[in-house]
């Protein structure tokens, strides 16, 4: 699956259902925005779920995420707004839900910082330099704990390890590409189209 990503810097034109797609977005915003289905700025709970089931996560999984994120997210990216019980997620602002003990390798806007992606591997990656085992995995989260945080230190967690289960090839490795291709965005809109095109062929 990885080997045949391409990496973009940005989306242009229309969605399958003829909808536009923005063309101004960073890279976290391109990240959080495949779970935008209808592309209007803000992502509520349905949508997440449907991005979920989308790139292959089951039922309780998805349901786990569209409660947890939409409710950790929705007032964060929301200043000055009432809270709102159907707790939308504002896609322009998401940079403001940012937690700590993560990598770095978005900054406080929300762009990409090359150095510090390439900094994982460097550290981290010992059996392949081009990939994490499960227990490199670990160790990087570890490394990137910030004393007392515990919020971020769970928010990495489940983030790198649902990635790393959904994610990971045969022999348990996350490769590179993979994890670049979810810092820009590509790897969920790669992954939705590929498990589209298995289930055409299993219909055929």
């Known amino acids: 699956m990885a080997s045949s990503l391409q990496f973009i810097d940005s989306q242009e034109g229309v969605d399958d259902a003829g909808r536009p797609i923005p ?12 779970f935008d289905r209808n592309h209007d700025g803000l992502v509520y709970p349905w949508e997440t779920f449907e991005g979920f089931r ?26 000055g707004k009432y809270p709102s019980l159907l707790f939308p997620i504002e896609v322009k602002n998401i940079h403001m839900a940012k937690h700590g003990s993560d990598s770095g390798v978005y900054d406080s806007e929300g762009r990409f ?3 510090k992606f390439e900094e994982i591997f460097s550290r981290f990656a ?24 515990y919020r971020g230190w769970i928010a990495s967690w489940t983030e790198w390890m649902t990635l ?11 490769r590179k590409e993979t994890v670049r291709g979810v810092y820009d ?17 299993k219909k055929a």
Request: glycine content about 6%; hydrophobic content about 40%; aromatic content about 6%.
């Open 54 to 79: 989308a790139i292959g996560a089951g039922y309780l999984l998805s349901m786990a995420g569209a409660f947890f994120i939409n409710l950790a997210l929705s007032r964060k990216t929301r200043p």
């Open 113 to 115: 910082v090359p150095s």
């Open 23 to 34: 063309t101004d977005q960073n890279v976290l915003q391109k990240h959080v925005a495949f």
């Open 126 to 149: 010992r059996s392949n330099t081009n990939a994490l085992t499960s227990d490199e995995l670990m160790a990087m989260l570890q490394a990137n704990r910030e004393p007392q945080d």
């Open 164 to 174: 790393y289960n959904l994610c990971k090839d045969n022999h348990g490795l996350l």
């Open 185 to 201: 965005g590509s790897l969920f809109e790669h992954m939705e189209k590929e498990r589209a095109g298995a289930a055409a062929k």
